[in-house]
């Protein structure tokens, strides 16, 4: 492999040289391993950006080439350790706090009541961020729940899982420190009770929030070896896009066994068709895409 290195000489192998061209060969057998590993469906009109993230990367290492990256990759604890980073680059982290109003209206109008009630019955509640990025999502959740029950005069017997592929996402939202630029994403009454700003200009979630989220990483392909009947509400938004149909059908099979009795389960609008599972049905509004468990 030393061969296909490039030597240190930056003229060599600089940043300003052209990328090598990723051939079909190239291209099969990295869809491969990312959709064996992530599930991810990357089709032939993303070769150039497939190309382009993975060659990037190969070049700030060393490779020349894209077979002997995928070695590297591929092979030992250093491999391991790589793919993460890449995986990094591979999938696009864009999120917002309050990012779907109209499903954050399901939240609030529908779940919330659910798991206030729970709660009143001595039980706890739980949501899960699944492909929540760096954490604006799950926080979101958190202080909408944290709100709710307050407001509810409910005693605060929740939590709030977020969970990604990308441990550089997880990394940010365990931080929980966020640009002033975000800081406009979240309703005024909200913001002055959740943040407190720093002299930098950026902000923190409090740690009373941040207590009640936690953050792991876990793949959604994954997503049937969750805890079984654990969560009150799932939401999956805009993570589907990675997948082929065949595979967000899987998953969305998967998601159904960590909900509970009556829990719901929210996506992005129009991120599946035609799905249907004997233990859900669909609920809220029609331009929210949400399901809910039966039994
Ligand atoms: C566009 S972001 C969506 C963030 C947030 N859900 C939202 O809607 O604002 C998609 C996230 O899905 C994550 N993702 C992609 N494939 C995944 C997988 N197999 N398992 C878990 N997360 C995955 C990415 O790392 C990325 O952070």
Not at 87 to 104: G, K, N
Not at 119 to 135: E, F, L, V
Request: positive net charge; charged residues 25%.
């Amino acid at each position: 492999m030393a061969t296909a290195k490039a030597s240190a000489d930056p003229a060599v192998w600089s940043g300003l040289q052209p990328l090598p061209a990723m051939s079909e060969a190239d291209f099969l057998q990295w869809t491969e391993l990312l959709r064996e590993r992530t599930g991810m469906h990357m089709p032939k009109e993303r070769k150039s950006f497939l190309a382009t993230s993975v060659g990037l990367r190969m070049r700030e290492l060393g490779y020349r080439d894209y077979r002997s990256y995928y070695e590297f990759v591929t092979s030992g604890l250093a491999g391991n350790v790589e793919w993460a980073a890449l995986v990094d680059r591979l999938t696009v982290h864009e999120t917002r706090f309050f990012r779907d109003p109209r499903s954050l209206e399901l939240v609030v109008e529908q779940c919330l009541p659910r798991m206030a009630e729970r709660i009143r019955a001595g039980g706890q509640a739980h949501i899960w961020s699944a492909g929540g990025a760096t954490g604006e999502e799950a926080f979101t959740l958190a202080m909408l729940a944290d709100d709710y029950f307050r407001r509810c005069g409910v005693p605060l017997r929740y939590g709030v899982t977020g969970s990604d592929i990308s441990l550089h996402s997880l990394a940010t939202a365990r931080q929980a420190l966020y640009p002033k630029r975000r800081y406009e994403q979240i309703p005024p009454e909200l913001r002055s009770r959740y943040t407190e700003q720093l002299p930098d200009g950026k902000f923190r979630i409090v740690d009373s929030l941040r207590w009640r989220v936690c953050f792991a990483q876990f793949n959604i392909l994954h997503a049937a070896s969750a805890p079984p009947r654990s969560m009150d509400l799932i939401y999956c938004q805009n993570v589907l896009i990675y997948f082929d149909q065949p595979t967000r059908r899987k998953i969305l099979d998967g998601l159904v066994q960590p909900l509970r009795e009556g829990g719901v389960l929210i996506l992005g609008a129009g991120e599946v068709i035609g799905w249907e599972h004997p233990l859900m049905t669909r609920t809220g509004s029609l331009d929210v895409l949400a399901f809910q468990r039966t039994t």
